[in-house]
């Protein structure tokens, strides 16, 4: 037996993920759903209405009465529009706001609030909430509601979900219902991601528990057989997402205590220990192939599961297994080919120094120049001074002369997800790009001389398997003379780099790395920021931080690092 009709109950859907900067003016059509596998569409014989709405945005006391029956005055919201929806006879309509917020750490967001009205009174209030400025290549589209003679469909262009409405208000079409789990099978694993968040707001916001039990349960089946599949073909990455959502279904179904829970939750169980014995096969072979960047991101991966498995067989095992491969790996990072003979400390910094790699617009803080290390002094603009790094004698005050080309400028951007592009704008007010779209890995700076003069390092993600066997790729190494430069992140002759302060990375092997301290006394987190090696190799300053919870005033102490080549 249904319950009574459902009236002004909030309908909240986090679009959380990532999205595009939201665009207020009204839609002057609804849209024909998509053909490529969608999810949910209307039922064959009440298409989505194809002729333009009517819209008429509100304005002054009609706008805050809205506002005051939707409980929405708290929020800063912009503009406001009610359109026609045809849903019912009678009076139906579709009020659009667009508002904007702020979550916790401060970041902006955009919100797109629909509710649908029949005869003055409001049945739900849909929310699309989604960042005003995503990670570039991460966007995702606007959600849509469209509206059609008894019911309406909402989400996302690909996999709307569709809605019936009655005298008890709104609930899920049955029709759609019975094509669930072939739609379902049929869609990407990008389309099940948006499918699950809408699943969510609708039993939040409709209290129709009986048919969002068995489409949780649908979804949750398709994303078991999926891992599965991905397991048989020894692909962890794509089994490891699609578990990451299975996960969190099954969560919500038993804490719900779903009928079906407790037999999905051992099909799920048998797929989590198949994946983590896989991934821990191929930190093995990673290992044996001296690749411990690969190793160490399947460990990383494997050790997250095991924190939250329970203490018993044969999760104790595989953690046993995995902190072997992980001693294993610190071993091989402590045998760094490079290390330190002596340390100096010849000087104090007032504030974060930047280094030639940095490309500041103003010139670096700190660069060599031959054998001398060259500091400028924040507290005299303009001026510099210059230690010998052999004598560790300071020369007295002089000109600021940055070793940088002035007016040219190089710059790291990823214009989509995981790619990467070098831009290097020139005094005359052009630039000139070197492209690397097809990418798949960080562009780093590792070297920096003057005009077009650089070194970049493209960095394979560590847990890419498709690159295993190919070492990093290394641009202008052969054409930029490290003796002649301003210092780099470039060490042993051109076959180490920094990746980091306390890592250091082959040039021209793939997966090598090693940890590096400095060993200086009293400084257990080492260096700041990556050390600058001197155009010799002999040397390399390193900026100690300094403050603490006692002094948390910002100073760097400049310490000259003697290198030694294994």
């Given at each position: 037996?249904?319950?009574?009709?459902?009236?002004?109950l909030?309908l909240?859907l986090?679009?959380?993920?990532?999205?595009s900067?939201?665009s207020?003016?009204p839609?002057a059509a609804?849209?024909?759903?998509?053909?490529e596998?969608?999810?949910?569409?209307?039922?064959?014989?009440?298409?989505?209405a194809s002729a333009?709405?009517e819209?008429r945005?509100?304005?002054?006391?009609e706008?805050e009465?809205?506002l005051?029956?939707?409980?929405?005055?708290?929020?800063?919201v912009d503009?406001?529009?009610?359109?026609?929806?045809?849903?019912a006879?009678?009076?139906s309509?579709l009020?659009?706001?667009?508002a904007?917020?702020?979550?916790?750490?401060g970041?902006p967001?955009d919100i797109?609030?629909?509710?649908p009205?029949?005869d003055?009174?409001v049945?739900?209030v849909f929310?699309d909430?989604?960042?005003?400025?995503?990670?570039?290549?991460?966007?995702?589209?606007?959600?849509?509601?469209?509206c059609?003679?008894?019911?309406l469909?909402?989400?996302?262009?690909d996999?709307?979900?569709?809605l019936h409405?009655?005298?008890?208000?709104?609930?899920?079409?049955?029709r759609w219902g019975?094509?669930?789990p072939?739609r379902?099978?049929?869609?990407?694993?990008a389309t099940?991601a948006?499918?699950d968040?809408?699943?969510v707001?609708?039993?939040?916001g409709?209290?129709?528990?009986t048919?969002a039990?068995e489409?949780?349960?649908?979804?949750?089946?398709?994303?078991?057989?999926?891992?599965e599949?991905?397991?048989?073909?020894?692909?962890?990455s794509?089994a490891g997402?699609?578990?990451?959502?299975a996960?969190?279904?099954?969560?919500?179904a038993?804490k719900?205590?779903?009928p079906w829970?407790s037999?999905l939750?051992?099909?799920?169980r048998?797929?989590e220990?198949a994946?983590?014995?896989l991934r821990l096969?191929?930190a093995?072979?990673a290992?044996?192939?001296?690749?411990?960047?690969?190793?160490?991101?399947?460990l990383?991966a494997v050790h997250?599961?095991l924190?939250a498995?329970p203490?018993e067989?044969?999760?104790t095992s595989?953690?046993?297994?995995a902190s072997?491969?992980?001693?294993?790996?610190?071993?091989?990072?402590a045998?760094?080919?490079?290390?330190?003979?002596?340390?100096?400390k010849?000087g104090?910094?007032s504030?974060f120094?930047?280094?030639?790699?940095?490309?500041?617009?103003d010139?670096?803080?700190?660069?060599?120049r031959?054998?001398?290390?060259c500091?400028?002094?924040?507290?005299?603009a303009?001026r510099m001074?210059?230690v010998?790094?052999a004598?560790?004698?300071?020369?007295?005050r002089?000109?600021?002369?940055?070793?940088?080309?002035?007016g040219?400028?190089?710059?790291?951007e990823e214009?989509?997800?995981?790619q990467?592009?070098?831009l290097?704008s020139?005094?005359e007010g052009g630039a000139?790009?070197?492209?690397h779209?097809d990418?798949p890995g960080?562009?780093?700076?590792?070297?920096?001389?003057r005009?077009?003069?650089f070194?970049i390092?493209a960095?394979?993600?560590?847990?890419?398997?498709s690159t295993?066997?190919?070492?990093?790729r290394?641009?202008?190494?052969?054409?930029?003379d490290?003796?002649?430069?301003?210092?780099?992140?470039?060490?042993?002759g051109?076959?180490l780099y920094?990746?980091?302060?306390?890592e250091l990375?082959?040039?021209?092997?793939e997966?090598?790395?090693w940890r590096?301290s400095?060993?200086?006394?009293?400084?257990p987190k080492?260096?700041a920021?990556?050390?600058?090696?001197?155009?010799d190799?002999?040397?390399?300053?390193?900026?100690?931080?300094?403050?603490?919870?006692?002094?948390?005033?910002e100073?760097?102490a400049l310490?000259?690092?003697e290198?030694?080549?294994e």
């Amino acid at each position: 037996m249904k319950p009574a009709r459902l009236l002004a109950l909030p309908l909240l859907l986090c679009a959380c993920a990532t999205s595009s900067p939201r665009s207020p003016a009204p839609r002057a059509a609804d849209t024909t759903p998509p053909t490529e596998q969608p999810l949910p569409a209307a039922p064959p014989e009440a298409p989505a209405a194809s002729a333009p709405r009517e819209t008429r945005e509100l304005a002054g006391e009609e706008k805050e009465k809205v506002l005051g029956r939707l409980d929405l005055l708290d929020q800063e919201v912009d503009r406001v529009w009610l359109e026609s929806c045809p849903l019912a006879p009678g009076r139906s309509e579709l009020l659009r706001a667009s508002a904007g917020t702020f979550d916790e750490g401060g970041l902006p967001w955009d919100i797109e609030l629909y509710a649908p009205r029949l005869d003055g009174e409001v049945l739900a209030v849909f929310e699309d909430r989604r960042r005003r400025y995503p990670p570039q290549g991460e966007e995702e589209p606007p959600w849509e509601v469209r509206c059609r003679p008894g019911g309406l469909d909402l989400g996302y262009p690909d996999d709307l979900v569709a809605l019936h409405l009655d005298e008890n208000g709104l609930w899920f079409d049955p029709r759609w219902g019975r094509e669930l789990p072939a739609r379902l099978d049929r869609a990407s694993d990008a389309t099940l991601a948006h499918f699950d968040a809408v699943l969510v707001a609708v039993r939040k916001g409709t209290g129709v528990d009986t048919d969002a039990d068995e489409a949780a349960e649908a979804l949750l089946r398709v994303l078991l057989a999926r891992a599965e599949r991905s397991l048989r073909a020894a692909k962890p990455s794509d089994a490891g997402a699609v578990l990451d959502r299975a996960r969190e279904v099954l969560s919500r179904a038993s804490k719900e205590e779903a009928p079906w829970a407790s037999s999905l939750q051992a099909r799920a169980r048998a797929a989590e220990l198949a994946l983590l014995r896989l991934r821990l096969t191929e930190a093995e072979q990673a290992l044996d192939a001296e690749n411990d960047l690969l190793a160490g991101a399947r460990l990383d991966a494997v050790h997250a599961t095991l924190s939250a498995a329970p203490a018993e067989e044969p999760w104790t095992s595989l953690g046993a297994r995995a902190s072997a491969l992980s001693g294993r790996v610190a071993a091989a990072r402590a045998r760094a080919p490079l290390w330190v003979a002596a340390r100096h400390k010849v000087g104090r910094l007032s504030s974060f120094p930047s280094v030639p790699t940095d490309d500041p617009e103003d010139g670096p803080d700190l660069f060599w120049r031959g054998g001398e290390l060259c500091v400028r002094q924040t507290e005299r603009a303009g001026r510099m001074r210059c230690v010998d790094a052999a004598t560790r004698r300071w020369k007295g005050r002089e000109p600021y002369v940055s070793p940088l080309s002035g007016g040219w400028q190089l710059s790291v951007e990823e214009p989509a997800k995981h790619q990467w592009r070098i831009l290097l704008s020139i005094p005359e007010g052009g630039a000139k790009q070197w492209n690397h779209l097809d990418w798949p890995g960080h562009l780093r700076v590792v070297a920096r001389g003057r005009e077009y003069d650089f070194v970049i390092v493209a960095e394979r993600p560590a847990g890419d398997t498709s690159t295993v066997d190919a070492p990093p790729r290394v641009e202008g190494l052969e054409s930029h003379d490290l003796a002649r430069g301003p210092g780099s992140l470039l060490a042993g002759g051109g076959e180490l780099y920094f990746a980091a302060p306390d890592e250091l990375r082959a040039t021209h092997v793939e997966g090598r790395s090693w940890r590096f301290s400095p060993g200086i006394p009293d400084a257990p987190k080492g260096c700041a920021r990556e050390p600058l090696v001197s155009p010799d190799g002999k040397w390399a300053a390193c900026a100690v931080d300094l403050s603490s919870e006692a002094d948390p005033r910002e100073a760097y102490a400049l310490w000259l690092l003697e290198l030694v080549r294994e």
